[in-house]
């Protein structure tokens, strides 16, 4: 049992004269969680795209080869560009959302405010697979429409290979990758994200509980 937990059972056993005020006190607890849970939110955002931005610069440049050897170069850059834009947009509505939670000063706002922020963490985290998936699906497409380039960077010995074999095989082998990337993503999601969302859904119903005793 935590500790609004606790203050909330012991409200519920004290006299009713005393009740309005414990009330009050059990708002600012819910309240005060409320914005510590949405400030690790904005913490954490900030965390993961310092994360992804060193990744990016520890990255050798052989690794984007094939990109491009295939004049695909901008078409990368600009996706990786488009999603750190829009991570940053991400962080600022993050940023005004503790402002704001830190801000309201009674009941219905704040369960109000805590929906808003749900959702904004929500279409975050769908973006972000979005991203992966349709990226990835772009830029396989324009790999595989161009067969003679793709069988001269992946058979630069000129082996006897089927073309509609390699291509199969590509095919295969990019989906795996982009799944298990993408599944690796979400988990880490659910865990982090998750778990502050759980902990905020808390506080939205002993708020809803609080606003209709």
């Known amino acids: 049992m935590d500790l609004l937990d606790k203050y909330k059972k012991t409200w519920e056993s004290q006299p009713e004269e005393s009740k309005k005020f414990s009330k009050v006190e059990i708002y600012k607890l819910a309240h005060s969680k409320s914005s510590s849970i949405v400030k690790w939110i904005f913490i ?20 984007y080869k094939v990109y491009e050897d295939l004049n695909l170069e901008n078409q990368v850059n600009f996706f990786m560009i488009l999603h750190y834009l829009v991570i940053i947009v991400f962080l ?27 959702n904004t ?3 975050y985290v769908y973006y972000n697979l979005a991203i ?9 497409s324009v790999l595989m429409s161009d067969s003679d380039k793709l069988m001269k960077i992946m ?36 865990l982090i994200y998750g778990y502050l969302l759980k902990k905020l859904n808390k506080n939205h119903k002993e708020l809803i509980k609080l606003e209709e005793l």
Not at 46 to 62: H, K, Q, V, Y
Not at 104 to 115: A, F, G, R, S, Y
Not at 132 to 140: D, E, K, P
Request: no cysteine; net charge positive; hydrophobic share 55%.
């Open 132 to 140: 992966v998936f349709l990226s990835s699906f772009i830029l396989n």
């Open 92 to 118: 600022y509505f993050f940023y005004l959302n503790y402002k704001k939670i830190s801000a309201v000063d009674n009941t219905k706002k704040l369960i109000h405010k805590i929906l808003k922020i749900r």
């Open 121 to 123: 963490v929500k279409y």
């Open 155 to 190: 058979n630069p010995d000129n082996l006897s290979v089927d073309i509609n074999q390699l291509i199969t095989v590509t095919i295969i082998s990019q989906i795996i990758a982009v799944l298990i990337f993408m599944v690796l993503l979400w988990l880490f999601y659910k």
């Open 44 to 63: 954490v955002g900030l965390l993961e795209l310092a994360f992804w931005l060193t990744i990016n610069m520890l990255i050798p440049d052989s690794f």
